[in-house]
């Protein structure tokens, strides 16, 4: 790993840090935005399909060791999200902030989709209506997460002066 992607771990790093201090440490809960999803999508941009899949599993992991029920859906979720994300560099290539911000939002909507799926499929739980998850709280929280997500993707090449 070259020095100058220190960096970028660690903002990274900053950023799962910040996911957590957010939703437990303040208790702002779903208020926060998910920058878990957001750190998945934006180290895929970097790594390789397999190292993409390994940070959104270890993530989803720490993320899932804090579930009561669900344990596990949000490992594969963001692993499954951070190889996709990995492989759209195949497909797409810019790094503008219009990008970026309809790539955070497809990526976060793809995200809470998925783990609505396999969150409703466990047998314990009754699951949300789909349609509402698709139409209403998906779409929103997306939004959300791509303006947090571009706004600190800003920030970050403010600071390290980086395109």
Same mark, same amino acid.
């Given at each position: 790993?070259?020095?100058?992607?220190?960096?970028?771990?660690?903002?990274?790093?900053?950023?799962?840090?910040?996911?957590?201090?957010?939703?437990?440490? =303040?208790?702002?809960?779903?208020t926060a935005p998910d920058?878990?999803?957001?750190?998945?999508?934006?180290?895929?941009?970097?790594?390789?399909?397999?190292?993409?899949?390994?940070?959104?599993?270890?993530?989803?992991?720490?993320?899932?060791?804090?579930?009561?029920?669900?344990?596990?859906?949000?490992?594969?979720?963001?692993?499954?999200?951070?190889?996709?994300?990995?492989?759209?560099?195949?497909?797409?290539?810019?790094?503008?902030?219009?990008?970026?911000a309809v790539y955070l939002?497809?990526?976060?909507?793809?995200?809470?989709?998925?783990?609505? =799926?396999?969150?409703?499929?466990?047998?314990?739980?009754?699951?949300?209506?789909?349609?509402?998850?698709?139409?209403?709280?998906?779409?929103?929280?997306?939004?959300?997460?791509?303006?947090?997500?571009?706004?600190?993707?800003?920030?970050y090449r403010a600071t390290?002066?980086?395109?």
């Amino acid at each position: 790993m070259p020095a100058r992607n220190w960096g970028f771990w660690a903002f990274i790093t900053i950023l799962a840090v910040l996911h957590f201090l957010l939703h437990l440490g =303040l208790g702002l809960g779903a208020t926060a935005p998910d920058l878990l999803t957001v750190a998945v999508l934006l180290a895929a941009r970097r790594v390789s399909g397999a190292g993409a899949a390994v940070v959104g599993l270890v993530l989803g992991l720490i993320q899932d060791s804090l579930s009561l029920v669900a344990f596990g859906a949000d490992a594969v979720v963001l692993a499954a999200i951070g190889f996709l994300g990995a492989r759209s560099r195949d497909y797409f290539f810019g790094d503008s902030l219009l990008f970026v911000a309809v790539y955070l939002f497809l990526g976060k909507w793809v995200h809470d989709v998925l783990y609505h =799926l396999l969150y409703s499929a466990l047998p314990s739980t009754t699951g949300a209506d789909l349609r509402r998850v698709l139409l209403i709280d998906a779409p929103v929280a997306a939004v959300y997460a791509a303006i947090v997500g571009t706004l600190a993707l800003l920030v970050y090449r403010a600071t390290t002066k980086e395109r």
